[in-house]
């Protein structure tokens, strides 16, 4: 899949946001202000897993390689996976870790 296709905008599952894509050659697989995101891919950007159960944050972590990442856990099957926080993540991320 090439990074035009993987870089869309989207209406956030959870919120009902509307997110635009990235503009600085990355993309987007979460929602910028709750942090959700959906289960969609089996390896990363494949777009090919069924579930689309929602993928709730579960936790912030350091990675010393890949820097901040958000922890989700799908709502429907419990598979964990890693996202990669965006620079313009920063409020919902420090709100995210308020409650906790």
Not at 71 to 100: E, Q, T, W
Request: proline letters at 4%; aromatic letters at 8%; glycine letters at 8%.
């Amino acid at each position: 899949m090439s990074r035009r296709t993987e870089n869309t905008g989207f209406t956030c599952k959870n919120c009902d946001a509307v997110i635009f894509p990235l503009t600085n050659g990355s993309y987007r697989n979460h929602c910028p202000i709750c942090l959700y995101s959906l289960h969609m891919d089996n390896k990363i950007g494949d777009r090919k897993n069924n579930c689309h159960g929602l993928m709730k944050p579960y936790k912030i972590q350091y990675n010393g390689k890949k820097g901040w990442q958000i922890v989700h856990k799908c709502k429907r099957c419990g598979a964990k996976k890693l996202n990669r926080i965006a620079p313009d993540d920063m409020d919902a991320v420090i709100s995210f870790m308020g409650k906790y």
